[in-house]
């Protein structure tokens, strides 16, 4: 008679068991283009052993829960890490110009007014917003006219002169990031008179009126280049 008792229980145990495990639809979500990332909870069970002396109801398994989290493609693409420093880059026209300064440095010819971009995310370092330069005296500190240079967050200086005018809101110790607009191409300090471009140079970071060095450390036409074709390549020394 126990014997019987106990295939009884079993059995209506295992059709009420099977009752239990109810799937958990999954989400109806387009799947394009996204990134699924999916938690399974496995069941715990917790049914009380079976006495044939005091029988009881085992209680309920918990379901499998599956949980489905759809990562949508944003909405605001990231900008390149960089830049040409001149934009839009169709109205300028440049060359090696290592062997006309006698020093790294690039000349971007564009017309006046045209944006001086920051080539990376960074920090601005320095701003000349007065022209103070004068042809009889040629100070190598005043030559810039307007100026400025950014910190970038590769570890590298970027500086632009020449400026016709700095944009507003440009100032030492500001964040910025990649193509905001921190000037405008000109032709001021010794560039006065001659063909509107910007002196574009690329340096390791020294103090703020380290001119000598801010003017252009290593050459930037490569990486002109590749910036122009949309190549985020990262200056490092020769």
């Known amino acids: 008679m126990l014997?019987?008792?106990?295939?009884?229980?079993?059995?209506?145990?295992?059709?009420?068991?099977?009752?239990?495990?109810?799937?958990?639809?999954?989400?109806?979500?387009?799947?394009?283009?996204?990134?699924?990332?999916?938690?399974?909870?496995?069941?715990?069970?917790?049914?009380?052993?079976?006495?044939?002396?005091?029988?009881?109801?085992?209680?309920?398994?918990?379901?499998?829960?599956?949980?489905?989290?759809?990562?949508?493609?944003?909405?605001?693409?990231?900008?390149?890490?960089?830049?040409?420093?001149?934009?839009?880059?169709?109205?300028?026209?440049?060359?090696?110009?290592?062997?006309?300064?006698?020093?790294?440095?690039?000349?971007?010819?564009?017309?006046?007014?045209?944006?001086?971009?920051?080539?990376?995310?960074?920090?601005?370092?320095?701003?000349?917003y007065e022209d103070h330069w004068q042809p009889e005296e040629n100070q190598g500190a005043l030559r810039s006219g307007l100026a400025v240079a950014i910190l970038g967050e590769d570890g590298w200086r970027y500086y632009g002169s020449h400026l016709s005018g700095i944009a507003e809101g440009i100032a030492p110790g500001v964040m910025v990031v990649t193509g905001q607009l921190l000037g405008y191409v000109g032709s001021s300090g010794d560039a006065r008179g001659t063909t509107p471009h910007l002196h574009f140079g690329i340096s390791r970071p020294t103090y703020a009126a380290d001119w000598v060095t801010r003017r252009g450390e290593i050459n930037p036409f490569p990486y002109l280049n590749a910036w122009l074709a949309g190549i985020d390549l990262v200056p490092e020394y020769p």
């Open 3 to 128: 014997t019987w008792r106990i295939l009884l229980v079993n059995i209506l145990l295992a059709f009420f068991l099977a009752g239990c495990a109810v799937p958990v639809a999954e989400s109806t979500l387009a799947p394009t283009p996204t990134l699924t990332l999916t938690a399974t909870l496995m069941p715990h069970s917790t049914s009380t052993p079976f006495h044939p002396a005091t029988p009881t109801a085992p209680r309920r398994s918990t379901p499998i829960v599956t949980l489905s989290l759809a990562v949508f493609p944003s909405l605001t693409p990231l900008p390149p890490k960089y830049v040409f420093p001149v934009q839009p880059a169709s109205l300028a026209d440049y060359s090696e110009g290592v062997a006309s300064h006698g020093y790294p440095a690039t000349d971007i010819f564009a017309p006046t007014g045209t944006k001086f971009v920051a080539v990376t995310a960074g920090v601005v370092e320095f701003v000349s």
